[in-house]
């Protein structure tokens, strides 16, 4: 009609709420950001249990030895929760979801509402029910500490110092990185470990047989083979027994023996759970309101328990509450790099050698020199990598594993790069890919890093979200 009012209908933002102020929360509510600066169309708020803003659990091995301060491994600026104080609740946690409502219950007695609820709620150090080793409430007992917090961190940095005995229990990716932390602060470091070799996980036997005589000539003992049997107080020190009738004398125990999704508020609620809440490649869980990212989400069977998964899955997330029409999750290749100063070490894909006609295997082991290489080609395709002690190669590797191009002829060039003729690490950046990952840390892509260049982003700080 000719004069009639005009009435503008506007739309709520999509309200989600995070379960959890990790890596993945935060890298979630960052992803979102990027794709909807002013909050239009998603409104995302976090609740974590920490009272610290996100910071990054990768580097926390790095806080140990003393070459990074706690303020230093942060995601965000300092200021970050102040000035997004409606979107970031530090120290609360969620108690309880009532999926019928859609809403939560929160540590400090309030509640919240959402359209899409997504567990981020990570995972937890695990504490074997070893005599002395836990509390009457399954915690870590006195004098025993587990490497997963700043807190924790803290621990170990005040109990590892010159002189002072820290026994590291487990010699997984974590526990050499505790090890090789609290040696660098002058203790006396023994690692407690029940297989026959460290890291059996991302490296075969040979590998792990060169690492263990890597850390030993870094000045830890190793006990393969052996678990920690009890922790008892002697004459005011601790005394690990072990199952091989030895006994080690500790002023700290650091257990760094697994974790354990955190899948409590999951199975309260009643979604589906297997060793995690089950997901399927949209993340989607058993209720189509609510899913799940990081180590909390068990994805076709996997649940990873590393960063790059969760900060891909977070990616895939952001797509869908935004409306960005991205691909599904399908699963991630890893390539996991020990962070431990002075031992360049990096696994991706298969370690064990495949009993198959079409498989080729070269490896190269160095002890002496602390170094270990095995690449595995099928098809004409890395398949699998391991090196230590070579990191002139290990970003080519990276580039044929995950973009699944075809190998050189000549294999012997992706053990020994450009001194057997083959690419050396230097190649210019103008021939690689744009999906080439530059920083797996961050999943940062030359493309990322061209683009933000374009935009005018010259700083790290330039290049993040509001």
Known sequence: AIGA??????????????????????????????????????RVIVYGDEPHPAYNRILLSTVIAG?????DIGLRPSSWADDHADRTHLGVSVTGIDRACRTITRSDGGTDTYDTLVLATGSSAAVP????????????????????TLEDCAVIAASAGPGSRVVVVGAGLL????????????????????????????????????????????????ALGARAAAVRHVDGTLQVDLTDGTGVDADLVVVTAGARPNTDLAVACGLDVGRAVV??????????HIRAIGDCAEHRGEVYGLVQPAWEMAAVLADDLCGVDGPAYEGSA???????????????????????DETEVLTLSDPTRGRYAKVIVRKDRLIGAVMLGNPEVVGTLGQYFDAGTPVPSDRMTLLLGHL????AETTSPSTMPDAAVV????????????????????????????
């Open 129 to 148: 029910p070893v005599p002395g080793m836990r509390d009457d409430d399954g915690r870590p007992a006195p004098g025993v500490v587990t490497f997963r």
């Open 67 to 71: 070459r990074l301060r706690p303020e």
């Open 279 to 288: 997901v399927d490649d949209r993340l989607r869980t058993s209720d189509p």
């Open 334 to 356: 890893v390539v996991t790099r020990l962070k431990a100063h002075g031992i360049d070490l990096a696994s991706m894909g298969c370690v064990e050698t495949p009993d198959d």
């Open 439 to 466: 920083c797996r840390c961050n999943t940062v892509t030359k493309k990322h890093l061209v683009s933000a260049w374009r935009r005018g982003c010259h700083t790290t700080a330039a290049s993040s979200p509001a």
């Open 420 to 423: 057997a003729g083959g690419p």
């Open 5 to 42: 009012d005009v009435m503008t209908v506007t739309t709520a933002p999509h309200r989600v709420v995070v379960v959890g102020n990790g890596l993945a929360g935060a890298r979630l509510q960052d992803e979102v950001l990027r794709r909807d600066p002013t909050g239009e169309r998603v």
């Open 175 to 222: 526990g050499v990185e505790a090890a090789r932390g609290a040696a660098l602060r002058g203790a006396q470091v023994t690692v407690v470990h029940p297989k026959t070799h460290p890291m059996e996980k991302q490296l075969d036997r040979a590998g792990g047989a060169v690492l263990a005589r890597v850390l030993r000539e870094l000045g830890m003992d190793i």
